[in-house]
C-alpha cells in the first residue's frame, strides 16, 4: 500500500521559515517525480514545486521561486519544501504528490498518489 506522509506544518509569522517533509512508503521512490501543492478551501489546487526522480531537476511555480526549494532524499524515500521569506498568500494545505512523469507533475495532470496534507498558515 502506497502512502505519502506530509509534515512539517504549523502557525508561523510573515517572514518566517518552515521546512515540510513528505516520507513515502510503499513505493520505489527513485523512480517517481514528486511534487508539492498547495489548496486554499474554496480555491482550485496550486502547483507548487516539481522534482524529477534523480533531484537533478527541480521546477517552481513564479509565486515561489527564489523563496522555496525542493529537495529529496531517495536513500530515505523523503521529499522535502523549503520554504522561506513566508507570505500570508502562502496560507494554505500542503499536498505532496508522485508520478512516473514529471510533466505530469508540474501540469498537476492527474498524479498517480497523494498524501493527505499538511496546514501552513502565515500570520501577520
Known amino acids: 500500500q502506497v502512502q505519502l506522509v506530509e509534515s512539517g506544518g504549523g502557525l508561523v509569522q510573515v517572514g518566517d521559515s518552515l521546512r515540510l517533509s513528505c516520507a513515502a512508503s510503499?513505493?520505489?521512490?527513485?523512480?517517481?517525480?514528486m511534487g508539492w501543492f498547495r489548496q486554499v478551501p474554496g480555491k482550485e489546487r496550486e502547483f507548487v514545486a516539481a522534482i524529477s526522480m534523480s533531484g537533478s531537476s527541480t521546477y517552481y511555480a513564479d509565486s515561489v521561486k527564489g523563496r522555496f526549494t525542493i529537495s529529496r532524499d531517495n536513500a530515505k524515500n523523503t521529499v522535502y519544501l523549503q520554504m522561506l521569506k513566508l507570505k500570508p498568500e502562502d496560507t494554505a494545505v500542503y499536498y505532496c504528490?508522485?508520478?512516473?512523469?514529471?510533466?505530469?507533475?508540474?501540469?498537476?495532470?492527474?498524479?498517480?498518489?497523494w498524501g493527505k496534507g499538511t496546514l501552513v498558515t502565515v500570520s501577520s
Open positions: 504528490g508522485a508520478s512516473l512523469s514529471i510533466v505530469l507533475v508540474i501540469t498537476d495532470g492527474g498524479l498517480d498518489y
Open positions: 510503499g513505493l520505489t521512490f527513485s523512480s517517481y517525480a
